[in-house]
Nanobody, 119 residues
Framework: QVRLEESGGGLVQAGTSLRLSCAASGRIFRIGVMGWYRQAPGKQRELVAFVTDGGLARYSDIAKGRFTVSRENGTMVSLQMNSLNVEDTAVYYC??????????????WGQGTQVTVSS
């Protein structure tokens, strides 16, 4: 069984940066796309960014120009978040698809890490 474990969340001030990391462990056969979702209180979960196993990165509008997603060793994904604002406050979830498929079909999820941005 494959597990995803996030780290790096916390409380920061607006305008600063934070880096989230996610590592997959367990009986890994193949992990395809990996990425990040987030869910703010009272809102639906939304896609932030993802990177394919070939290294192709894609960003949602909320992340473009401020966040950078990267992949290491095929089983780790990071999210560098710059110029954070209070609207970025959310629980951030690492997501991955075992084998081929889109990020929207992710079948592996982390437990989530809280990011709180204060004004």
């Amino acid at each position: 069984q494959v597990r995803l474990e996030e780290s790096g969340g916390g409380l920061v001030q607006a305008g600063t940066s934070l880096r989230l990391s996610c590592a997959a462990s367990g009986r890994i056969f193949r992990i395809g796309v990996m990425g990040w979702y987030r869910q703010a209180p009272g809102k639906q979960r939304e896609l932030v960014a993802f990177v394919t196993d070939g290294g192709l990165a894609r960003y949602s509008d909320i992340a473009k120009g401020r966040f950078t997603v990267s992949r290491e060793n095929g089983t780790m994904v990071s999210l560098q978040m710059n110029s954070l604002n209070v609207e970025d406050t959310a629980v951030y979830y690492c997501a991955a698809k075992s084998g081929a498929g889109a990020i929207e079909a992710s079948d592996l999820w982390g437990q989530g890490t809280q990011v709180t941005v204060s004004s």
